[in-house]
């Protein structure tokens, strides 16, 4: 029976096929392949026993079943792996894991699926900012407050909400696309690094085995991959994942009753509470703040897996069996559901327009107190005129403008016409040209990456 969520609950069938205990047996037979296909290659042992060893490792052969009955008898996970191998190639399996340690095969084969893992991730991604992409030229002309510190600050669109969550959701992708040269690479060096089981053809067969894998090989290790490499994806993911959380907090925030401009898709059939039939809970971006915590959390095993004993110790091993799955399926998960989240994402213009005017022109104090500067008034006694008015407006529950209309200082710089244009509308700066420009430069990416 099912224990952890993500083997029942969280992210896709995709993501969870990638770690579970039969591809992860798999990654770690391909690794023993192709060490074998090395040697030969090598003329370190006979090409028939690589191609035997090759054609029989794979789970067909060897049973997840049997390598765990062996593992309870020895106790070691990777040894059980090798005896199980061998005692499917018969005489040819004299040469299985010749040369190698544990760690050369775990983490080559981690390298296998989390390059599986992160293929996924980015083409998530890369669906994200396809749509984030649409709603940002779809609303650049959306008109909304800006809010800072909670509160009512100057206009702005909903088209630069989305570019900003576009142009960071770019960033991600750069970051993985970078950060796979240092991730992605496996190791065939032996019990401290030296290659010293390996002879004088150690550094070929390390090149060999990786190039068949398809990964990069580290210029230098000890047991084990140096765990600075796993820290760094560990902190690219919560990075993912911070984004996400920003997005569903922003989303929960603008369906709040009370303001009510946007709401995440609510189903036909779908229930908001066991007992209040009327609620429409933002249960999807609340799913996907939580689970970023989980994946925030995450972040410190990876880093205090970087320093260890010596040459290794095992302290890191246990730690990984968790966090690495259960960051990448639940980074799944959030993904998916922001997808489906901005994807469906309903708007309600009534409130963003009377959100806008809900201060009584207050948020038109900034460019109020600009257009004096402009008719001559100093900056700093601008700013004072105004905050008074503001203030004043706001105690006497009056319109801003209004009160300006009536104050002498400000009749003796402005006119009607002058207050008269002082509207929300006109107030977005070049936010247009702003979004515009963020969505050229994705456009011109997008073409690099299909280039």
């Excluded at 213009?349 to 109020?368: D, F, G, Q, S, V």
Aim: net charge neutral.
């Amino acid at each position: 029976m099912a224990v952890h969520p993500i083997d029942y609950r969280y992210g896709s069938e995709e993501m969870r096929k990638i770690w579970d205990e039969g591809n992860k047996l798999q990654k770690l037979l391909d690794v023993e392949a192709a060490l074998a296909r090395a040697h030969a290659q090598l003329g370190n042992i006979p090409k028939e026993s690589a191609e035997i060893i090759s054609k029989r490792a794979n789970i067909k052969h060897v049973r997840l079943e049997r390598v765990k009955e062996i593992e309870r008898e020895i106790h070691h996970d990777i040894m059980a792996v090798v005896k199980a191998l061998t005692e499917v190639c018969g005489d040819h399996g004299r040469y299985v894991h010749l040369g190698a340690t544990s760690n050369d095969i775990i983490d080559t084969a981690n390298a296998l699926l989390i390059k599986e893992s992160l293929e996924l991730l980015l083409k998530d991604l890369r669906d994200l900012r396809s749509i984030l992409k649409k709603l940002a030229r779809k609303h650049k002309y959306t008109v909304c407050i800006g809010r800072t510190h909670g509160q009512h600050a100057v206009p702005t669109t909903y088209g630069m909400k989305f570019a900003i969550w576009l142009d960071e959701i770019q960033r991600h992708i750069d970051r993985i696309a970078e950060a796979k040269k240092r991730v992605l690479v496996g190791q065939i060096s032996g019990a401290v690094g030296t290659m010293a089981s390996l002879g004088d053809r150690g550094i070929d067969i390390q090149q060999l085995v990786m190039e068949d894998l398809g990964l990069k090989p580290a210029r230098i290790s000890n047991q084990i991959i140096q765990r600075d490499v796993y820290a760094e994806l560990a902190g690219i993911l919560a990075l993912v994942a911070s984004t996400l959380d920003k997005i569903g907090l922003e989303i929960r925030n603008l369906q709040r009753t009370e303001i009510l401009e946007v709401s995440e898709p609510f189903g036909k059939k779908q229930v908001g509470s066991s007992t209040m039939p009327h609620k429409r809970n933002p249960i999807r971006t609340e799913k996907i703040c939580g689970l970023a915590r989980v994946i925030y959390s995450n972040v410190i095993p990876a880093l205090l897996n970087n320093p260890l004993w010596h040459e290794r110790d095992l302290t890191n091993s246990s730690v990984e069996r968790v966090i690495l799955p259960e960051t990448f399926v639940l980074l799944d998960e959030m993904l998916k559901n922001m997808k489906k989240v901005l994807e469906g994402l309903e708007f309600f213009p009534e409130n963003i327009k009377r959100n806008l005017n809900m201060t009584h022109n207050l948020i038109m104090a900034e460019p109020l107190m600009l257009k004096l500067t402009e008719r001559g008034m100093g900056r700093q006694e601008a700013h004072e005129l105004v905050r008074k008015l503001a203030m004043k407006a706001f105690e006497e529950k009056k319109d801003l403008l209004d009160v300006a209309r009536e104050d002498r200082a400000i009749n003796q710089y402005l006119t009607g016409k002058d207050l008269d244009s002082l509207k929300p509308e006109n107030y977005i700066g070049l936010a247009p040209k702003i979004v515009e420009n963020v969505i050229e430069y994705i456009e011109a990416r997008e073409a690099e990456e299909e280039s």
